[in-house]
């Protein structure tokens, strides 16, 4: 039973983001809802707002600022109020549009489904985008990790996201199994679960639509749809297929596929078009490995990007230092993609890093970019002088090991100019 009634009041200063028919109208003291999550959560939050706030400070000399709104999530709120992710929250975030979040628990097996993926699909926020860029002087297990400079967008709301399964020996899966076999020909073990993996025209093309304005917004030479079309024809293939369909039809001016280019340019495109090219998803790990450089934005599936993105941040230094965004079509949350890490919580002791960087993420998409590169500047100096968490102290030689705290106060300073 809740043990209070939840009650959420908005910051007496800000004013709402407003959603217009030609984007989002950003007002210089946008109310921010904040969700601190649980284990490390706290902790990262705080810290990375002392440096997003500071950034905002020196990038616009106090005529801009951010007026953030806690609202509860996780493991707090179901103490607290007896719901893991209150509809009060979910309302904050559609009526203010942009939030920030720390990580969340999720629990492997029985239990709750991830509260990440309910804040993606109630809020339909379809794309999981994430950046993987290298910082100078960030151990890496690669050769040349700054070769890798790729930004993921992930299908966040479908494949196997839906969620559509039935447990073993259970009678829809065997209902399933008994329908497979009478009416499909299709065979399938009695001691199988059963799940569904629903991939649409719909949910492909706006994933698609969306990475390849990013591409051109930004500048980026190529869109890569990467996919197992190879043997899942009907849903991979298909994502495949509508990824080329989006491509030729809504951005026939500014793009061009790899078989156009090689067939009419000798495979050196104009300047001025993205190049849609795919690739099967295994090939995919392969090509991050041997030649990243040349893949600048991928488009994927839902379980693809899962795997891709993070054994592409392995390449740059790992979670700690990955951010993502969770984006629709205005509405989008920002968080840091690595977990909640509960036996670290309360000790000072862990990388507040990725959660500076989602805070990056976050300022770019206000359109603040001079604060966002001032903070990314000053996370990327901290880390080449060697001032670093724990983490990353065992594999930096000579390197001076601080808390969550102290890696936070060297980054403000080197905000505004000082320290590092």
Do not use: C
């Amino acid at each position: 039973m809740p043990s209070e009634r939840l009650v959420l009041r908005p910051p007496k200063r800000g004013h709402k983001i407003l959603i217009a028919a030609d984007g989002l109208r950003i007002p210089d003291d946008p109310i921010v809802p904040l969700i601190e999550g649980d284990g490390i959560g706290p902790e990262v939050v705080q810290v990375a707002l002392q440096a997003i706030d500071a950034a905002v400070e020196t990038a616009f000399h106090g005529r801009r600022t951010i007026a953030w709104y806690p609202v509860p999530a996780g493991e707090k709120a179901m103490f607290q109020y007896g719901e893991l992710l209150p509809e009060a929250t979910l309302a904050a975030i559609r009526e203010y549009v942009v939030a920030l979040k720390g990580p969340m628990t999720t629990p492997v097996g029985g239990g709750f489904r991830s509260l990440n993926v309910a804040l993606r699909k109630a809020l339909d926020l379809y794309a999981n985008v994430r950046p993987v860029y290298w910082i100078p002087g960030m151990p890496s297990p690669v050769t040349h990790p700054e070769r890798v400079d790729v930004v993921i967008f992930r299908e966040g709301t479908e494949d196997v996201y839906a969620g559509i399964e039935w447990e073993k020996g259970s009678a829809e899966a065997m209902r399933m199994i008994e329908i497979l076999e009478k009416e499909f020909q299709t065979r399938v073990r009695a001691d199988s679960g059963i799940g569904v993996k629903p991939i649409s025209e719909t949910g492909s093309k706006r994933l698609v639509r969306k990475a390849i304005r990013y591409a051109i917004e930004n500048r980026r030479k190529s869109v890569t749809l990467v996919h197992k079309g190879n043997i899942m024809k009907y849903t991979e293939g298909a994502f495949r297929a509508w990824g080329y369909e989006v491509a030729q039809q809504e951005f026939g001016d500014r793009t061009i596929s790899w078989d156009d280019a090689l067939r009419k340019y000798d495979g050196k495109p104009p300047a001025d078009r993205v190049v849609i090219k795919d690739v099967i998803a295994d090939n995919m790990f392969q090509q991050l490995l041997l030649r990243p450089e040349e893949y600048e934005v991928l488009a994927t599936t839902n379980l693809n990007g899962d795997y891709l993105s993070d054994a592409a941040a392995a390449q740059i230094g790992g979670l700690g230092v990955a951010a993502g965004g969770n984006i629709g079509d205005a509405h989008a949350v920002f968080e840091p993609v690595h977990g909640s890490a509960p036996k670290y919580a309360g000790l000072n002791k862990v990388n507040p890093a990725a959660e500076m960087l989602a805070g990056v993420m976050m300022l770019e998409y206000l359109g603040w970019k001079e604060a966002a590169t001032r903070l990314r500047d000053a996370v990327r100096k901290v880390v080449a002088a060697k001032i670093v968490t724990y983490d990353l102290a065992r594999q930096m030689p000579g390197a001076k090991e601080v808390g969550t705290s102290a890696f936070a106060e060297a980054v403000v300073d080197a905000i505004h100019g000082a320290g590092a």
